[in-house]
Structures are given as C-alpha cells and as structure tokens.
C-alpha cells in the first residue's frame, strides 16, 4: 500500500491537534491570524513545529540566513512562543518582539486567547512590515 505524502498544511493541522486542547486551540487562532496576513505566506514544520515563511520570489541567498523565514512556534513546555529569526530587522514601533539576541531574531509570547486577540493586530502589523524587507 502506498503512503500518503500530507501536504504542509496537513502536517502543521495534524501537529496542532496533537497538541493538548486549550493549547491547540490557541495555537490553530495564532496560525489563522498568520496566514491571513498575507496569500504569500506558507506554512510548514520546521525544527518540530508549525513555521511560516515567504512563498513569493527573491534573490538567491545563502539558505543559513534563514531569509525566508517569518516565524517558527516554540511550544516547548506547553508555552506559546513565536520565533522571528530576522525580527531585528523590523522596525516594531509597537513592542511586541522581544529579546535582543546577536543572531537577531525576537520573540514574541502569548499567555492565552485573550492576549492572542489583543495582540492580533499588531502581530499582523509586524508581518507587513517584514514582507516589505524581503529581497525580491
């Protein structure tokens, strides 16, 4: 019998779902505000959680720069964490990124649904900003 190749999509859905129900719920409501951001945005697991990064065109760069790469979910420990490799790079007027770390990535932490909602606009915010320093 063959196996079934998931698509990208599948394997973030079936990975959420796996997840316990208050958290999965939280994180399927952080991935809906994600890709409603933009149709370029793409989803996929990456380093054992649900990431997002660019689907348009761009120049060739060197792939350990990550320039692709919008956000990664850090879950670790039933936290909600959002990791933006290149979020150094976005001017976040709002603060919502955190940490100041040298490869310059920030994070972003949610507590719950209600910190979700009430940071919902500005997360979206953050991401057009981002899609406007790609390099295409």
């Not at 790079?89 to 209600?114: E, P």
């Not at 009430?118 to 057009?128: N, R, W």
Request: aromatic letters at 8%.
């Amino acid at each position: 019998m063959a196996k079934t190749i998931k698509t990208d999509s599948e394997q973030v859905a079936e990975h959420i779902q796996k997840l316990e129900p208050a958290l999965g719920k939280t994180v399927q409501a952080i991935r809906k505000i994600i890709l409603a951001t933009d149709k370029e945005i793409g989803e996929r697991i990456k380093w054992n959680n649900p990431s997002f990064y660019y689907t348009g065109e761009m120049k060739p760069f060197d792939p350990k720069e990550y320039k692709r790469e919008i956000i990664v979910f850090n879950l670790f420990k039933g936290r909600i964490m959002l990791v933006f490799p290149n979020g150094a790079k976005v001017n976040d007027t709002t603060g919502l990124l955190t940490g100041d770390y040298k490869d310059g990535r920030r994070i972003l932490v949610f507590k719950d649904m209600a910190d979700v909602k009430s940071k919902e606009k500005a997360l979206q915010g953050v991401i057009k900003k981002w899609l406007k320093l790609v390099d295409k």
